[in-house]
């Protein structure tokens, strides 16, 4: 990323995917039993949360914890992808972009996944969910932001030398 008058860029980049996963481990579904199980619990041991399971299937006939897959395990390897990029290529404009990408292809997956969306089951889901789709939409914000700084400083650079060239 291209330097710019604020140092905050970078660390507010590394914590969007950070707080990602921390999400991941936030109780997100209630059915009932003594825990709560998180989204990760969900999805990596299906077969300890059968309950939870069977609660969701309740709301969306057919469930299968296999649809957690795009809206989980993609946006968790892109996450670390992401954090990876930001602390080697931290003075490049392509961070950014890939923010944009990853926090769209979060909302993506968050709003066609049956279990995350808006439904019945959120109720009972938590914070977890909305936070998600917070730090999705954070992260699309926090990359227009930057590349609109980018952008600005770009055309300020560019009517300056105009300007050096004509006098």
């Not at 140092?7 to 009932?32: D, E, M, N, R, V």
């Not at 309740?58 to 989980?72: D, K, P, Q, T």
């Not at 930001?86 to 944009?100: C, S």
């Not at 279990?115 to 730090?135: E, K």
Request: some cysteine.
């Amino acid at each position: 990323m291209i330097n710019t008058k604020s140092k905050l860029w970078i660390p507010a980049f590394l914590a969007i995917p950070i707080l990602y996963f921390i999400t991941q481990f936030l109780p997100f579904y209630h059915s009932g039993s003594i825990f709560f199980p998180s989204l990760g619990s969900i999805f990596w041991f299906p077969e300890q949360n059968a309950q939870t399971i069977d609660f969701i299937a309740m709301f969306y006939h057919g469930f299968r914890v296999n649809e957690l897959i795009s809206a989980l395990l993609m946006t968790q390897f892109f996450a670390i992808f992401l954090i990876i990029i930001t602390l080697i290529l931290r003075k490049n404009i392509v961070v950014a972009f890939l923010y944009g990408c990853w926090g769209l292809f979060g909302l993506l997956s968050f709003f066609t996944t049956r279990a995350l969306t808006f439904s019945p089951v959120m109720v009972y889901g938590g914070f977890a969910g909305i936070l998600m789709l917070v730090l999705f939409l954070a992260a699309v914000a926090l990359s227009v932001l930057y590349l609109l700084m980018i952008f600005k400083n770009y055309k300020n650079k560019v009517a300056l030398f105009n300007a050096e060239q004509a006098a």
